[in-house]
């Protein structure tokens, strides 16, 4: 099994700002995962985050827009870059240890004004 | 694309009364499907987790069946009650390790 801390757990921010979200994890795993939950959805992935290489983005999300740092086994964050209430939502990252389920934070609930 | 599908988007049952949810995919290669619950405003609750090499999972009153060959997985939920509201959700792990979500059945169990 894996436990995630997810920090913060919510925030509101002015449009134009940034906020980096943090994800630790209790054991170290390969790949961390980064989702979004847009109000009244399902969770899109936006990227893969993977140490020591640069993270894997899906189609639809850039690094300028979401850049993520890995700078080990155990850590991730995500930052979300010149927002807009658009990127209200829930992010939350993810883990899948070898064989078993996968695993998530609890989510950082984004409000944008 | 890889895509998971599920039916129906919403759902409304008198408590008591057995149902089943529908999730498709479309890619066979799969790792894993794991079925989630959320509440309202809160996290994922993992409810089962089918490995491709076996049919179905079972917790009590939720069954999870697996079809790859046909790309369906289905969850079961017995004698349902009005704690069983909420959204459940289909996850399908590939060989990639990404998951990718269906956009949930939304169930509202009427007491």
């Known amino acids: 099994s894996a436990v995630i801390s997810q920090k913060p757990s919510r925030d509101i921010c002015q449009r134009g700002t940034s906020l980096t979200i943090q994800c630790q994890v209790d054991s170290q795993v390969t790949m961390m995962f980064w989702y979004r939950q847009q109000p009244g959805q399902s969770l899109t992935l936006i990227a893969t985050a993977n140490q020591g290489s640069e993270a894997t983005y899906e189609s639809g999300f850039v690094i300028d827009k979401f850049p993520i740092s890995r700078p080990n086994l155990t850590f991730s964050t995500l930052t979300v870059s010149n927002m807009s209430p658009e990127d209200s939502s829930i992010y939350l990252c993810?883990?899948?240890?070898?064989?078993?389920?996968?695993?998530f934070g609890q989510g950082t609930r984004l409000t944008v004004v | 694309k890889q895509e998971v599908t599920q039916i129906p988007a919403a759902l409304s049952v008198p408590e008591g009364e057995n149902l089943v949810l529908n999730c498709s995919f479309t890619d066979s290669a799969i790792y894993n499907l794991q079925w989630f619950r959320q509440d309202p405003g809160k996290g994922l609750t993992s409810l089962l987790l089918i490995q491709s090499s076996q049919r179905e999972q079972t917790s009590g009153r939720l069954n999870a069946s697996l079809d790859k060959s046909s790309g369906r997985s289905t969850l079961y939920i017995a004698a349902s009650q009005p704690g069983d509201s909420a959204t459940y959700l289909c996850?399908?792990?590939?060989?990639?390790?990404?998951?990718?979500f269906g956009k949930g059945t939304r169930l509202h169990i009427l007491p």
């Open positions: 996850a399908r792990r590939g060989r990639d390790d990404k998951i990718i």
């Open positions: 993810s883990v899948v240890p070898m064989n078993t389920e996968a695993f």
